[in-house]
């Protein structure tokens, strides 16, 4: 299968100095087209570096990120909000809806920064919504729906404008079980229908339903496997 | 940017989402601007009026005097130049030299002073007064030098207590020398309005007479420091005047000397609106100083908005809002805050200045209506605009250097 992402030798260091923070110490990581990965580790391992790197957050203070065979690694700011905008979906922890925007118009966002007119950025978004169950909640604003509706409405967000990656950053950190169990059903099914998925979890549980984990520790790759 | 409409959008609905904010924002670019309004069109309003009552005093009246120049080189203006005035130019529809001189009078009222307003029976148009009894002197009057004249009835009632005064002599005594006058008209003496007084307390009597008159007390009056003219509706009131220069000067063989000015009734309108115009103007930049206050209010609320959204700032741009969505959106949302305050301000304003024009009409005695121009309100629109975006690139610049990782990080 052909190489989605692809990182080589990546370094972030914060505070370059005398009390210099290295969060990623010299990572190399391949993943490739519709691969369903888990990245684990502890809270400040590094993994939540790594995500804003992989997610184009942010760029390395040095090394080479390949995204679909693209160097995404020293692009400016300006650069950085088109890639992604159009390769990467986001799922972050916090579900990170806009409060004041219904489900639909929250699902519409990215196809609005992507420049679709409204008859089409409507359509990807209710049949984003109608993907994760949401038909009937379209209409409702984030309040007036449970932590595990929100987490579908961002998850519908970050699939409707079709990008290659999902990036899911805790999913299911806010959410009791039964909901979190909804949510990895989900994702699960993204991947079974060839999205490529990456969860950013500290839950071994969690990473377990992943086809491959990758645990880091002190900005470093200490595991790589794949489940059985 | 294609997508400005769709930041509109937005900005629209996070207005309608803090209602009361958003009309707090509002309530400074309000007061500035209907404070604006209000002042220019009961400025205007006060112009209108001011010159309608005006124009009906005189327009068309020219006035043409002479000049140091000309007085030094005994120039002076002579009955057959205003002959010559009256006949050659065009649009000239009369001339009276005016010579005036004025004395005392003793009636059974007690004793006034008199000024005496010389001229010929072209007098009558200077003011259109309505006769009320009587007649206007006649041109044999004056060929004749008769001492007859012509009076108002408000001052026929302060000599005899009557205004039927007739057939009635007043005894005029000019530097000790004393003669009388023949009532042959009464004037309608005009109401007072709010910016024309036609009489006040203690003004000597005034009577018009043929200026050949005053040969009886002495003086040969046949040289004149000024002449008024009536020009008609259709003549040029420019021309006109020229007409008259050229003709004095060729008359009198000066061209080029400048020996004779021209003060038309048009330049005192003009100077009077002015210097109406210079009040309205300074008040008005006072009101401005309230708007530009409203204006930091609005990038006040704007900051605050900000920092408070801080994180719906971090998730547009992880969907991919570049740095300059962000700003359109902000900037969007201080330009309809500021353009709503300016139209809400602009219907305050019209109210107001209906209110104090009708406020002002009660107690002056006049109408005044408010003077609404369209270019004051396009004005007001696009400076309440302009204010908005000034004010707004700052909050909107700060929201949209943002770091998405920063901004996503705070709560």
């Not at chain 2, 203006?77 to 010579?99: F, L, N, R």
């Not at chain 2, 209506?369 to 000034?390: D, E, N, Q, R």
Request: overall charge negative.
């Amino acid at each position: 299968m052909d190489s989605l992402i692809s990182v080589r030798d990546m370094c972030k260091i914060y505070n370059p100095g005398e009390n210099e923070v290295r969060a990623l110490d010299h990572v190399d990581l391949e993943i490739k087209k519709g691969e369903f990965v888990a990245i684990i580790g502890h809270s400040g391992s590094g993994k939540s570096t790594l995500m804003n790197m992989l997610g184009c957050l942010d760029v390395p203070t040095s090394g080479a990120y390949y995204l679909s065979g693209r160097d995404v690694s020293a692009l400016k700011d300006n650069q950085l909000s088109e890639i992604r905008n159009q390769e990467i979906g986001f799922i972050f922890q916090g579900f990170n809806l806009i409060a004041n925007l219904t489900a639909l118009e929250n699902v519409e966002l990215p196809l609005i920064y992507r420049g679709i007119g409204r008859g089409q950025r409507h359509k990807l978004a209710k049949e984003a919504l109608i993907q994760v169950g949401l038909q009937k909640r379209m209409e409702h604003k984030p309040s007036e729906m449970s932590g595990g509706q929100q987490q579908r409405v961002a998850i519908a967000r970050a699939i409707a404008a079709q990008p290659p990656v999902i990036l899911a950053d805790e999913p299911t950190g806010n959410l009791d079980s039964a909901s979190t169990q909804e949510i990895m059903e989900i994702l699960k099914g993204l991947h079974e229908a060839g999205h490529s998925v990456i969860l950013i979890t500290h839950d071994n549980e969690i990473a377990e339903q992943a086809k491959r984990v990758v645990r880091i520790l002190d900005g470093k790759i200490v595991e790589d496997y794949v489940n059985t | 940017m294609g997508n400005i409409i769709e930041y509109v959008k937005m900005a629209f609905k996070n207005i309608k989402a803090n209602k009361g904010r958003s009309f707090l924002t509002m309530l400074g670019i309000i007061i500035g601007i209907s404070s604006v309004i209000m002042v220019m069109a009961v400025g205007d309003g006060t112009a209108n009026a001011m010159n309608s009552e005006v124009e009906d005093l005189g327009t068309g009246q020219i006035s043409v005097y002479c000049s140091d120049d000309a007085i030094n080189a005994e120039a002076w203006i002579t009955p057959e130049d205003v002959a010559a005035i009256k006949e050659s130019i065009t649009g000239v529809e009369g001339a009276t030299p005016q010579d005036g001189t004025s004395g005392t009078t003793i009636t059974g009222k007690g004793e006034f002073s008199v000024t005496l307003s010389g001229g010929t029976e072209d007098l009558q148009k200077s003011l259109n007064f309505n006769m009320k009894r009587g007649s206007y002197f006649t041109s044999v009057d004056v060929e004749e030098g008769n001492r007859v004249c012509v009076i108002s009835n408000s001052d026929a009632k302060r000599l005899f207590g009557s205004d039927d005064v007739v057939g009635m002599d007043i005894e005029v005594d000019i530097n000790g020398i004393s003669g009388s006058y023949r009532i042959v008209g009464v004037t309608e003496q005009k109401e007072n309005t709010s910016f024309v007084s036609y009489t006040y307390e203690g003004m000597p009597v005034s009577i018009e007479v043929p200026y050949t008159s005053f040969n009886y007390f002495g003086w040969e009056s046949d040289s004149f420091y000024s002449v008024m003219v009536f020009s008609n509706d259709e003549a040029s009131g420019e021309d006109v005047a020229q007409d008259i220069i050229h003709t004095l000067e060729t008359r009198h063989q000066c061209a080029g000397e400048e020996y004779y000015q021209i003060q038309s009734f048009q330049d005192m309108l003009a100077e009077l609106n002015s210097m109406l115009a210079i009040v309205t103007t300074f008040i008005s930049c006072v009101a401005a100083i309230s708007l530009v206050v409203g204006g930091i209010g609005v990038m006040n609320i704007m900051l605050v908005s900000v920092t408070e959204r801080t994180r719906e700032i971090g998730i547009r741009k992880s969907l991919g809002a570049k740095t300059s969505s962000i700003l359109m959106q902000f900037l969007a949302e201080a330009a309809i805050l500021t353009v709503l305050g300016g139209i809400i301000g602009i219907f305050l304003g019209l109210l107001g200045a209906m209110g104090a024009c009708s406020l002002m009409s009660a107690s002056m005695g006049s109408v005044i209506h408010p003077g609404i121009k369209a270019s004051t309100i396009l004005g007001a629109t696009l400076f309440s605009c302009g204010i908005g975006v000034f004010f707004g690139i700052y909050p909107a610049r700060k929201a949209a250097k943002l770091s998405p990782i920063e901004a996503l990080r705070r709560n």
